[in-house]
């Protein structure tokens, strides 16, 4: 006679087992989105790298605070890797206005990556947040080339991809910057890119592309002498503040919409920020010997409220980097906290209505300090 509790057992048994037979075909293993022993690999480096050093290394960063593995970047040796007309683009380490700079890591990350897969990158963001010394600080520990085209609107393709000049009795074709940088492979650096006639930009495309070359149109003779190939080391980089959008809010005069096929080229688009407030104050104590920290955070105090409202649209300029620095500079020598932000800022903006508000973020964040002389 099977009993109540005889049922009950053969129920469990038989959910026990479905159970079992369910787990077994379904398996615990989790999906995933990446192959199984699929060996990830990265180009190889350029000939004339003799060397390579760790992201993590060269960023002065710990592996686990980047983005993502550490990857090695080429290393280049000055006078190994270039022939000594190209020696004179290497950024040395200590120029002035990358010799304090602290790197914002994920951009920086970004940055190697792009020049380390050979991928032309654009940097975009507000002013002063480090867009163009950025590269230029990452080619000066790299020993990389490095040449930093400035855009104009007055700037034709000539400027670019060369001229005919007369030189002792003869006409003879130099080759713009572009072709230059090419050969010497140098990373370089398309400034403030929207600022560019916008006719210019179609022109940028084939030296953008994969397995890239450049046509000199207005070069004479045959094809051939007419196409650069590009080194191997050549890359390609651009910045600009309104991500290539153009300006909505006329803070930055002169800037076009891009070309959408010329932004769709600029394969790695990193956007950049101010930094966070901790490594604002380590460049502004890098950058001016003699600030303490709390002058230093009275300043960014009044940095942050600039900026917010700047970007609610309640003001007209916003206090970057550059600025700050210059304050800091000023009021290190004179000990005139109020004058030294109107000569580097208050007096550029027009209304007294938002110089005064400016005014009162100073007061309200140095309070009784500011009489200290
Ligand atoms: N990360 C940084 N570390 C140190 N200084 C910086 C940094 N970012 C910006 N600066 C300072 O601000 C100035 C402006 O930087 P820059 O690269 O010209 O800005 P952007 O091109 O974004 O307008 C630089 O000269 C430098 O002194
Ligand atoms: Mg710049």
């Not at 989105?33 to 290394?57: I, Q, T, Y």
């Not at 993502?68 to 380490?93: K, L, N």
């Not at 390609?236 to 290539?244: E, F, I, M």
Request: charged share 25%; net charge negative; glycine share 6%.
């Amino acid at each position: 006679m099977t009993t109540r509790s005889d049922e009950l057992l053969q129920i469990f048994e038989e959910y026990d087992a479905s159970a079992a037979k369910k787990l077994k075909t379904d398996g615990p293993k989790k999906k995933s989105l990446w192959e199984e022993d699929f060996e990830v690999k990265w180009p190889a480096m350029p000939v004339n790298a003799v060397g390579a050093k760790r992201v993590s290394d060269l960023l002065e960063c710990k592996p686990n605070k980047l983005p993502g593995p550490d990857f090695e970047m080429p290393m280049f040796d000055r006078e190994q890797s270039w022939p000594e007309y190209v020696q004179v683009h290497i950024p040395s380490p200590d120029e002035a206005d990358i010799e304090h700079y602290v790197m914002p890591i994920e951009a920086a990350y970004w940055v190697c990556y792009a020049l380390r897969v050979n991928k032309p990158f654009f940097c975009s963001g507000v002013k002063g947040c480090g867009k163009s010394t950025l590269p230029k600080r990452i080619c000066a520990l790299l020993n990389w080339p490095f040449i930093r085209k400035q855009s104009a609107k007055d700037l034709d393709s000539s400027e670019f991809f060369g001229q005919w000049k007369a030189e002792e009795g003869n006409t003879v074709f130099v080759p713009g910057d572009l072709p230059q940088a090419a050969v010497m492979g140098a990373v370089f650096l398309i400034d403030e890119i929207s600022n560019l006639p916008p006719e210019l930009h179609p022109a940028l495309h084939q030296v953008a592309e994969k397995g890239g070359r450049i046509y000199l149109n207005s070069q004479a003779g045959d094809v051939e002498t007419k196409i650069v190939e590009l080194a191997e080391t050549f890359r390609l980089g651009a910045s600009d503040n309104t991500r290539g959008q153009g300006d909505s809010r006329g803070h930055y005069s002169g800037t076009d919409v891009m070309n959408s096929a010329t932004m769709d080229r600029f394969r790695v688009m990193v956007v950049m920020d101010y930094m966070d407030r901790k490594l604002e104050k380590k460049v502004l104590k890098n950058t001016v010997p003699g600030v303490t920290d709390l002058l230093a955070d009275k300043m960014l105090n009044v940095a942050a409220r600039v900026r917010a409202a700047y970007s609610a649209g309640d003001l007209s300029d916003t206090l970057s980097m550059r600025p700050l620095i210059e304050w800091a500079e000023k009021a290190i020598l004179t000990h005139d906290i109020m004058g030294s932000l109107t000569m580097t800022m208050l007096n550029k903006i027009e209304s007294e209505s938002e110089r005064k508000e400016i005014e009162s973020y100073v007061q309200a964040s140095f309070g009784g300090l500011l009489n200290e002389k």
